[in-house]
C-alpha cells in the first residue's frame, strides 16, 4: 500500500476532516504519500497550504478510484463507492446497523470496507477508538450549548445585588459523552446529578463530585464490551418514576443513554417534560438513535407548550471541528501505524481490532449482522 487519500465530506453538516496536516506528515514518515482533496480540512480551519506544506498533494475527488487507502469521516454514497479501486481499504464512520447498502457495495466493489465506529473498547485500541474521541467532545459540547441557550447563568454568585444559585444539572446515561458532561458542568459551577443502568458508574459520579441518583431496577448489569443492557418495559417504568422528581428541578437535563446497534431507550416522557420548569433545557445526545426525550426531533431545537427547550443537534462535536479532526485524525493515524509492519499495511483478520471493525472484504460482506 503506497497512497492515502483524504476526502473531503459531502454532507454540508459536516465539519470535520479525516486527517490534519500534522498527523498527514506522520503517516508520510511511515512512507504513504498522502493526497487531500482541494478544501476537504477548510471548515476545521487546515487549509490546502497547510497539507502541502506538511508533503501532502492536493487532488481532486477523482483520485478516489486511484489511492490504496482512502479516509473519511462519514460513509460515501453507494455511487461513490462504485468508483473505488478493487482491492483498496476504506476507512469512515460507515454506521453498519443502518446502512446497509453501502456495505453492499463495497463487498460489490471488492473493496475492503473498515467501520471506524466497530473498534472494540479494549485498552489496546483506546488510541483508535474514535467512538470515545468524539463522543468526549460532544458531552463538552453539550454543555457549553445548554450554557449558551438558556437564560440564566450557571455558577452560584454572591454580589451585593444578591446571591444567585447554581443551576442544577442532570446528566442520564454516564458512558464517555456523559462522564465529560458532568466534568464540564462542575467547572462552570453546576449542581449536577447523574444517572446511569450500570452500577459500576456510581464511582466514577461520585470521583467528579456529582451526585449519583439511586434507583432500584434489579438486575441491569452490561456486555462483555461495557454496553449497557436493554431494560425490560418494566424496568424502564421504574426508572422514569425514579427520575421524575429529579426532572422536574432541573434546570438542565443532558441525555447520552444509547444501546449499541439498537434504538437508544425512551427514558424522558411527554409527562416528564411537561412537569419541568419554564425555560429549562435539555439536550438529546441520543437523537439520531431514536431519542431519549419525547419531542426531540434531529437536528432541530423544539419548544415546549411550557416552555423547554430541547436540543436535537446531532453531532456536537462538529461544533468544534478543529479539535475533532485533531482527535479523529490521531484515530486514523495510530489505526495505520498499528497495522503497519516493515513499512507495509497488513490487514490481519486474525487480529482482535481489525476482525472487529472490517465489514466488507475479498467481495462479501464478513459480518452478517450487516448483511
Ligand atoms: P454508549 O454511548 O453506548 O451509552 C451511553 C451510556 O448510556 C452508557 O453508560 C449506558 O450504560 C447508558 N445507558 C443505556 N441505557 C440507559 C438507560 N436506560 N438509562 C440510563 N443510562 C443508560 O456508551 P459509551 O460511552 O460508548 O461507553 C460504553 C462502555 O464502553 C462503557 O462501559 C465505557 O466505560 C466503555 N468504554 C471502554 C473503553 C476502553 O476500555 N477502551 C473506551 C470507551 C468506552
Not at 4 to 9: C, D, I
Not at 80 to 89: M, P
Request: glycine letters at 8%; one cysteine or more; hydrophobic letters at 40%.
Amino acid at each position: 500500500m503506497k497512497t492515502l487519500f483524504v476526502t473531503s465530506e459531502k454532507d454540508p453538516r459536516e465539519t470535520r476532516v479525516a486527517l490534519t496536516p500534522s498527523d498527514a506528515q506522520k503517516l508520510a514518515k511511515l512512507g504513504w504519500e498522502i493526497h487531500v482533496e482541494s478544501g476537504a480540512g477548510a471548515k476545521a480551519g487546515f487549509i490546502d497550504e497547510d497539507y502541502a506544506e506538511a508533503g501532502a498533494k492536493i487532488a481532486d475527488a477523482k483520485f478516489a478510484s486511484e489511492a490504496d487507502f482512502v479516509a473519511g469521516v462519514r460513509k460515501p454514497s453507494v455511487e461513490d463507492v462504485a468508483k473505488l479501486k478493487k482491492g483498496s481499504f476504506h476507512l469512515s464512520l460507515l454506521d453498519p446497523f443502518n446502512e446497509k447498502a453501502t456495505i453492499k457495495a463495497f463487498a460489490e466493489a471488492g473493496v475492503t470496507a473498515a467501520s471506524f465506529e466497530m473498534i472494540p473498547r479494549s485498552t489496546i485500541a483506546q488510541k483508535m477508538d474514535v467512538l470515545s474521541s468524539q463522543a468526549n467532545l460532544a458531552g463538552y459540547y453539550s454543555v457549553v450549548k445548554a450554557a449558551s441557550t438558556i437564560n440564566r447563568i450557571i455558577p452560584m454568585m454572591m454580589t451585593p445585588a444578591g446571591t444567585i444559585s447554581p443551576l442544577k444539572f442532570f446528566i442520564v446515561g454516564v458512558g464517555v459523552a456523559g462522564l465529560q458532561a458532568i466534568a464540564t458542568a462542575k467547572r462552570m459551577g453546576a449542581r449536577v446529578e447523574a444517572f446511569d443502568t450500570r452500577p459500576v458508574v456510581e464511582e466514577q459520579v461520585k470521583s467528579l463530585g456529582a451526585k449519583f441518583v439511586k434507583i432500584d431496577l434489579g438486575e441491569t448489569g452490561q456486555t462483555e464490551q461495557g454496553y449497557a443492557k436493554e431494560l425490560t418495559p418494566e424496568q424502564i417504568e421504574k426508572q422514569r418514576k425514579g427520575m421524575a422528581k429529579v426532572c422536574a428541578q432541573a434546570d438542565v437535563i443532558i441525555t447520552t443513554a444509547k444501546l449499541f446497534g439498537r434504538k437508544a431507550p425512551r427514558i424522558i416522557t411527554e409527562e416528564m417534560v411537561a412537569g419541568m420548569k419554564r425555560g429549562s433545557v435539555i439536550v438529546d445526545l441520543a437523537v439520531e438513535s431514536g431519542g431519549n426525550v419525547a419531542g426531540s426531533e434531529p437536528g432541530e431545537t423544539v419548544i415546549t407548550p411550557n416552555g423547554v427547550t430541547i436540543i436535537g443537534d446531532t453531532c456536537l462535536e462538529a461544533h468544534v471541528p478543529a479539535t475533532a479532526s485533531q482527535m479523529y485524525g490521531s484515530n486514523v493515524y495510530n489505526f495505520i501505524e498499528h497495522f503497519t509492519k516493515d513499512g507495509e499495511f497488513h490487514v490481519d483478520m486474525e487480529d482482535p481490532i481489525m476482525k472487529s471493525c472490517i465489514v466488507a472484504r475479498g467481495g462479501q460482506i464478513t459480518d452478517e449482522r450487516f448483511m
